[in-house]
């Protein structure tokens, strides 16, 4: 919740991108704006530590939470 009122929002972002350079490019974008963005790393086509990484990096530079979108037996692409 401290992130949430030092930015002065509750908003959450749901960002089911691709890539990770697509998720970074939006935590940039928007992350100064908003509480939290939830990832799907299902449909992440290029996820590696390595690349998440630069996701965990980009959300801790604007104070940005992250959460994963599970879900028991779920599939990633339809």
């Known amino acids: 919740m401290e992130t949430a009122a030092e930015k ?3 908003v959450v ?7 990770t350079d697509e998720l970074v490019s939006l ?3 928007v992350g100064p704006h ?11 086509e ?3 530590q390595e690349s998440w990484q630069k996701v965990v ?3 801790r530079s ?3 939470m ?3 979108d599970r879900k028991f037996a779920d599939i990633g692409r339809v």
């Open 34 to 44: 908003i509480a939290a963005l939830k990832t799907h790393v299902d449909m992440v």
């Open 62 to 64: 604007h104070d940005l």
């Open 8 to 10: 002065g929002t509750l």
């Open 46 to 48: 290029d996820f590696s």
């Open 57 to 59: 990096d980009a959300a």
């Open 13 to 19: 972002l749901a960002a089911d991108l691709r890539s």
């Open 27 to 29: 935590i940039h974008q």
């Open 66 to 68: 992250l959460f994963e």
